[in-house]
């Protein structure tokens, strides 16, 4: 055998356990994924919609149900949901699907329609809206409880619209004031904000009542 065809050989070689080695690894990544990042299936529990991870024993909050009562604009992030700790606020289920964390008001403050299609506040007008309009702030208190290591909210900027009995409308516009539990090793709250503890950085996601 030739030494030209010896090099080509080792050289095929060398590629082929390379092609093995980075095939391995994406196999492996694969797995760890699937085992660590899989929410796969969710529950309706005390308001909240609930994604949960048996394998990692874990589960994330996606959503909080109002119902309308005063005393329910107080959210208490659970620590735990039986044995699985409650690490985020919104996530991803399943193969990467997003469900970042949202109010669900009643109908009575949102239009049938407008349900889960929600308004910013740059497309409030009188070129949108041909109805006399307002827009009237809830207040709501969010209790983050120590586990809570990652968040993914939708609810900066948006606005439930309302069309009252008279053909005006009102645009409920959600606003949190957060306390975070002090033994958080990743968040912490001050003023009614919350923020990274790493950086000092406000948490973006939310439209705060810091007042």
Known sequence: MGENMKKVLKIAAICACVLF??????????????????FDHDVSVNNFKIYCNDKASCCFISDYKWDGAEDTKVINIPDK???????KLGG???RGVNAPFMLELPDSYCDEEDKYSNWSYSEINSDTVSS???IENIEFTLNVGKNIKDINSGLAGIYYKKTQDDGSVIFYHPVIYVNCDSANPSFYS????????????????FDYNDN
């Open 190 to 205: 001050k003023d009614g904000s919350l923020f990274e503890k790493k950086t000092n950085k406000l948490v973006i996601g």
């Open 21 to 38: 080695v980075i095939l391995v690894i994406h196999f492996f990544m694969d797995f760890l994924h699937s085992f660590s990042s899989c």
């Open 132 to 134: 006399p309009y307002s």
């Open 92 to 94: 991803y289920f399943g």
């Open 81 to 87: 949901y039986e044995n699985l700790k409650v690490t």
